[in-house]
């Protein structure tokens, strides 16, 4: 089945810096990436994804670039502010089967 | 709209002790499942459906029973608990077809003595 790494674990920036997360996937055929957003006592909330078929897409703030060759996405967040302060998953489906299956998070602190 | 709607928030539990975490969507959604996130585990997949009638199982789905008799309606049993299974708990679904956008309950805090 598929397995999901994220890194790093924890990531501490300067407000205004961009952050970087990272995350590969073992199925090939994995076909569709988003990324949650998770504030303290709530829910993940979907902030962005990309399908197979994009390379990048941005939203804003944020962006998320795919390599399929190399089997592996990226969360970037340039100009990063206070409320992006957050744990920050990464997840990868094969659409057909419907299991959505997520990396071990990244807790992003951003100092103001 | 409710959206997706979790009880209770918090439980303790007694080793052995069975009980029902709740899971309600008022959304229509198809696809439904239940995740566990722990310190450095992230979310972990323990089972879903595809609709009323239908479940299959996650990553994790032992000790652990799910039953879908109706859309709404995805209640996750835990048959006879154990301090493996302190977790918190998050109940999530989404349409089927292209929008593939997950919308997560507020989670329920489990602790198992």
């Known amino acids: 089945g598929e397995n999901v790494e994220q890194h790093p674990s924890t990531l501490s920036v300067q407000e205004g810096d961009s952050a970087v997360i990272k995350c590969t996937y073992s199925?090939?055929?994995?076909?569709?990436f988003p990324w949650y957003k998770q504030e303290l006592g709530k829910g993940p909330q979907l902030i962005i994804d990309?399908?197979?078929?994009?390379g990048e897409k941005k939203d804003q703030r944020i962006a998320v670039t795919l390599n399929k060759t190399a089997k592996h996405f990226s969360l970037h967040i340039t100009e990063t502010q206070p409320e992006d302060s957050a744990v920050y998953f990464c997840a990868a489906s094969l659409r057909a089967l419907g299991k959505l299956i997520f990396g071990q998070g990244t807790e992003l602190s951003v100092k103001p | 709209n409710a959206g997706v709607t979790q009880t209770p928030k918090f439980q303790v539990l007694k080793t052995g002790q069975s009980m029902t975490l709740q899971c309600a969507q008022d959304?229509?959604?198809?696809?439904m499942s239940w995740y566990r996130q722990d310190p450095g585990m992230g979310l972990r997949l323990i089972h879903y459906?595809?609709?009323?009638?239908?479940?299959d199982q996650g990553e994790v789905p032992n000790g652990y029973n799910v039953s879908r008799s109706t859309t709404e309606d995805f209640p996750l049993r835990l048959l006879s608990a154990a301090p493996s299974q302190t977790s918190v708990y998050f109940c999530a679904s989404r349409p089927t077809g292209l929008n593939e956008k997950l919308f997560f309950g507020s989670g329920t805090q489990l602790s198992v003595l």
């Open positions: 990309i399908r197979s078929n994009v």
């Open positions: 959304m229509n959604h198809e696809y």
């Open positions: 459906s595809v609709g009323a009638g239908i479940t």
């Open positions: 199925d090939s055929a994995s076909n569709y």
